[in-house]
């Protein structure tokens, strides 16, 4: 007999030294508590387990479930006048002839010598 790696003679050892310090009428009840307490810790420890399954099972079901793609359908187009192919070729020439001119530094020191 091993209980919690204690044998038989070590356990008898225990069970008079706890006789002689808490005597014959306070060794039932402490038996009664530790008892108990011991039921106690099972009873949650069983709990514990109980959950951490109902929760692996769930994580499985949902890793292993199929999904479902669903395409939502295109948002409607803003109301705007599309532009036609005459009006490309206008903004497209427009494009070319604009021209922007950044001035230089060499500018700007110029135009107040010349004024």
Not at 9 to 36: D, N, Q, T
Not at 45 to 74: C, G, W, Y
Request: cysteine-free.
């Amino acid at each position: 007999m091993n209980i919690f790696g204690i044998g038989l003679p070590e356990m008898g050892v225990i069970l008079v030294l706890a006789l002689l310090v808490f005597g014959p009428k306070k060794l039932p009840e402490i038996g009664r508590s530790l008892g108990k307490a011991m039921k106690g810790f099972q009873e949650a420890s069983r709990e514990f387990q109980d959950e951490f399954k109902k929760e692996a099972e769930q994580i499985s079901k949902t890793v292993n479930s199929t999904m479902e793609a669903k395409l939502e359908p295109p948002a409607p187009k803003a109301l705007t006048a599309e532009p036609s192919d005459s009006d490309d070729a206008s903004a497209a020439k427009e494009e070319e002839t604009a021209e922007v001119v950044m001035p230089t530094e060499e500018d700007a020191v110029e135009s107040p010598q010349q004024g």
